[in-house]
C-alpha cells in the first residue's frame, strides 16, 4: 500500500513538472486549469498525509519554470512567491481561521483584488528612472526583458521618487480585444494561432525585438509595492502606486472580514465576462503589513494571501461544420466550425476534433449543439454532445476520402487510427514542412513566418528546404515584397546563414521524417556522427540503436530512400549546410562514464544542461527517471525522490566533486 501511495506521488510530480515545462518554457497550457488544480491539489493532499515523500524539487514546493537562455538572468532582491489555491467558500474560511490563529486575535482586514491572468514582472527605478524589468523566472532568478517593457505606453518610465532602489511588481497582460485582433490577422495569413491572452503575453514579452511588442499593445497592472517604509497597508500602498502614476486596479478593494471576501469574490465573478482582461482567479491579501511576518511563509508562497480560483467555464453552441486540414507530415486533423460563442471572455468559433475516431466514438454530428470548454487552447474543447429531439434526424458524420488540398486518396497505416496524405507534392504538406524546419527545436530561423513562407511557395522562390538557403539570391526581389524592406530582408538572410552551422540533430529533426522526434534525432545524429553514415542504414540496424524501434527506423529508412529527399541532402552539401554531429563539448571516452546511464537530480553549482553536455562529451547516456539501468545519479542539494529511489535499488550516488574526481 505504501509503496503505491509513493508511486503515485512520483506520477503526479512527474505530470506536474510535464505540465509546468510546457506552459513556462513554450508558452503553452497543455491542460486546463481546472485539471491542473485538481492534479495539484491531491499531491498536496498525498505530500500533507505522508511527509515522509514531500521533497524540496516537488512541484509544490517551487515557483514558476526557468529562465531563458537568450535573456540575462537577474536574481530577485526578494524572491518573486506563488499563492497557494482556495477552490470554494470551505477553503476560504479554512484560510480566515489560520490567519486568526497566526495572529492571536489581533486585529485585521482583507484587500480583495482580481487575479490577471498574464505574466508577473518586478519593475525597477533607480534615481526617478525605469532601470530593470524582470520576469518571474524560477521566482530567484528571472530574465532581463526591460527593453520589451519600455514599449508598454502605460509603464512610466520615470517616477517622482529618487531612491536608490524602488521596486514595484504587477501582471502584464494582452487585453481581450488585442488578443482577438491579434489571433484574427494571424489565422487570416495561417499563421498559429496564440493559445490564450496569457500565452500571448508571455511570448509577446519574450521576443527578441522590441518592436513587436510595441505592436501587440501589452497593458499592465501594478499590484504590489516593495518600498514600505512608512506604509502600514496594502490598500494605503496601492494608493501611492496610483500617485506614482502606475495602473492600479480600480477593482481591488478593501473589506473588514471574511464575509465582506465572499461577497466581494460573487460580485466580481459576475463581472468576469466585461472585463476587458481576462481573470483566472481572485486574490485575497492581509491588508495590515506589520503581520505578515508573524502570519509566515512557506518556500513558495506567503501564507498571509490566497488565490481563489473560478471554476472553468461551459457553454453549449452549434456544431456548423466538420472540416479536415493536413499537417506536415501529412496527417489529417479534423476540426469543428462552431456558431461563435464567448467562453471565458473571448468568442470562438472553432474547435479541433482530432481525427476520425474521436468524432465517431463521440457520436459528433453536424447540426447537433455541443458543449465545450475552454481547455489549454483558444480552441476549445468539445465535451459531449446534446441529443435532443432533433438529433436522431442529424446525418451521421463519414470521414473524408481524399485530401482537402491536393485531393490525393488518404490512406490509414495500421495500427495507426490517424489518415494520412501520402502525396510528396501536396502544397499544403510542403508548407508545414517548411514551417517545422525553420521552427526553434530545428533551424531556428527567426523572421521566416508562415505568411512568409506561402509568399515565398506561391512565388516559387522556397519549394523545399534547401530553397531557403537560395534566398540571399533573390534579396532585390524579397525587398520589394509588401511588408518586407531592407531591414527585415537583411535580418532574414543573417538568420538563415547563421542556421547553416547547426549540429546535424536539428537539421534531422527538421526535415520532418515522420515519428523522428528530437531526441531520436540526437540519438542517432551522435551515434553515426554524419547524414552519410545515416543514408544508407538499414532497418535491422537502425532498430538495434538503444531507444531507437522499429516504427522510427522504418521511417529513417524510407525517408532515405526517396530520391527527391537524396537530392535535397545534396543541395545542402552543394550550400555548404553542417550535416555532420557538433558537440556541445569536445567529446572524450572514460571507461566508467561511456555508455554509462546517468541521472541528474538536485540542485549543482551549474546548470543541468552544463552536466548534460559534460556527460553527454564523455558518451553517457542521460535517462529522466532512476531504474534498474540506472549506472550513476549525479546529486545535488535538495535531491529528493531519485536519491531515495537511488538508494532503494542500490545505484551509485555521486556528487560533483566525484563526478570530476572521476574525469
Known amino acids: 500500500m505504501i509503496e503505491k501511495i509513493k508511486q503515485r506521488i512520483e506520477d503526479l510530480k512527474n505530470q506536474i513538472n510535464d505540465w509546468n515545462r510546457s506552459y513556462y518554457e513554450f508558452e503553452v497550457s497543455p491542460v486546463d486549469d481546472s485539471e491542473f488544480d485538481k492534479t495539484i491539489a491531491e499531491l498536496i493532499s498525498l505530500e500533507t498525509q505522508y511527509p515522509q515523500f514531500l521533497t524540496q524539487d516537488s512541484p509544490t514546493q517551487k515557483v514558476g519554470g526557468s529562465v531563458d537562455s537568450k535573456f540575462t538572468k537577474y536574481i530577485h532582491k526578494s524572491p518573486m512567491l506563488s499563492l497557494s489555491n482556495a477552490f470554494d467558500d470551505n477553503d476560504l474560511r479554512t484560510f480566515d481561521n489560520q490567519i486568526k490563529k497566526s495572529l492571536e486575535n489581533k486585529k485585521y482586514s482583507y484587500v480583495v483584488e482580481p487575479k490577471i491572468d498574464g505574466l508577473s514582472i518586478s519593475l525597477i527605478y533607480k534615481n526617478t528612472k525605469l532601470y530593470k524589468a524582470i520576469t518571474r523566472g524560477d521566482g530567484i532568478v528571472g530574465e532581463d526583458v526591460t527593453d520589451n517593457v519600455k514599449m508598454i505606453s502605460s509603464i512610466p518610465k520615470t517616477i517622482s521618487n529618487n531612491s536608490d532602489y524602488f521596486e514595484v511588481r504587477g501582471e502584464v497582460y494582452l487585453p481581450k480585444l488585442e488578443f482577438e485582433r491579434i489571433n484574427s490577422e494571424r489565422f487570416k495569413v495561417g499563421e498559429k494561432l496564440f493559445a490564450n491572452p496569457r500565452n500571448a503575453a508571455a511570448g509577446t514579452l519574450r521576443q527578441l525585438d522590441p518592436q513587436i511588442v510595441k505592436d501587440r499593445n501589452l497593458d499592465i497592472w501594478i499590484y504590489f509595492l516593495m518600498n514600505k517604509e512608512n506604509i502600514l497597508t496594502h490598500n494605503e500602498s496601492l494608493k501611492v502606486l496610483s500617485e506614482y502614476k502606475f495602473r492600479v486596479n480600480p477593482l481591488s478593494i478593501k473589506t473588514e472580514d471574511i464575509i465582506g471576501v465572499i461577497k466581494i469574490i460573487n460580485s466580481l465573478s459576475a463581472q468576469r465576462e466585461d472585463l476587458e482582461y481576462e481573470i483566472d482567479g481572485i486574490v485575497i491579501k492581509v491588508n495590515e503589513f506589520d503581520h505578515y511576518d508573524s502570519i ?257 527506423a522504418h521511417s529513417v529508412v524510407n525517408w532515405f530512400k526517396k530520391e527527391t529527399n537524396r537530392s535535397i541532402i545534396r543541395e545542402f552539401k552543394d550550400l555548404g549546410i553542417n550535416l555532420e554531429y557538433k558537440p556541445a563539448m569536445e567529446e572524450k571516452s572514460h571507461a566508467d562514464i561511456t555508455n554509462k546511464t546517468f541521472v541528474i537530480t538536485g540542485t549543482l553549482s551549474k546548470s543541468r544542461n552544463y552536466f548534460k553536455d559534460l556527460l553527454i562529451s564523455y558518451g553517457a547516456n542521460i535517462a529522466n527517471s532512476v531504474s534498474k539501468n540506472t549506472d550513476y545519479v549525479l546529486a545535488g542539494e535538495e535531491a529528493g525522490s531519485k536519491l531515495d529511489k537511488a538508494n532503494k535499488l542500490g545505484v551509485r550516488i555521486i556528487n560533483e566533486e566525484e563526478l570530476l574526481n572521476i574525469i
Open 296 to 552: 509566515g511563509y512557506t518556500s513558495k508562497f506567503p501564507k498571509w494571501a490566497i488565490a481563489y480560483k473560478l471554476p472553468a467555464e461551459i457553454k453549449t453552441t452549434k456544431l456548423l461544420d466538420i472540416f479536415p486540414t493536413i499537417g506536415r507530415t501529412g496527417k489529417v486533423t479534423y476540426n469543428a466550425k462552431l456558431k461563435p460563442v464567448k467562453l471565458a471572455g473571448t468568442t470562438v468559433g472553432a474547435a479541433t476534433l482530432h481525427n476520425s475516431s474521436f468524432i465517431i466514438d463521440r457520436e459528433v454530428r453536424v447540426g447537433a449543439d455541443v458543449r465545450v470548454k475552454k481547455a489549454g487552447d483558444i480552441i476549445p474543447e468539445v465535451i459531449s454532445v446534446v441529443k435532443d429531439e432533433n438529433y436522431n434526424s442529424l446525418p451521421i458524420w463519414s470521414e473524408a476520402k481524399n485530401c482537402p488540398d491536393c485531393g490525393s486518396i488518404l490512406q490509414r497505416i495500421e495500427p495507426e487510427v490517424d489518415q494520412y496524405c501520402e502525396n510528396d507534392f501536396c502544397a499544403r504538406r510542403i508548407i508545414r514542412g517548411l514551417e517545422h524546419f525553420v521552427s526553434r527545436d530545428a533551424q531556428n530561423i527567426e523572421g521566416l513566418s508562415i505568411k512568409l513562407i506561402e509568399k515565398f511557395y506561391e512565388k516559387n522562390y522556397v519549394k523545399n528546404p534547401a530553397d531557403i538557403f537560395k534566398l540571399s539570391k533573390r534579396k532585390d526581389e524579397l525587398i520589394k515584397l509588401d511588408k518586407m524592406g531592407e531591414r527585415s530582408v537583411d535580418n532574414l538572410l543573417t538568420s538563415i546563414e547563421n542556421s547553416k552551422n547547426k549540429s546535424l540533430e536539428k537539421l534531422l529533426f527538421g526535415i520532418g521524417i515522420r515519428h523522428l522526434g528530437k531526441k531520436s534525432a540526437f540519438i542517432l545524429s551522435k551515434k553515426y556522427r554524419n547524414i552519410d553514415s545515416l543514408m544508407n542504414l538499414s532497418e535491422e540496424e537502425l532498430s538495434e540503436v538503444r531507444d531507437i524501434g522499429p516504427i522510427v
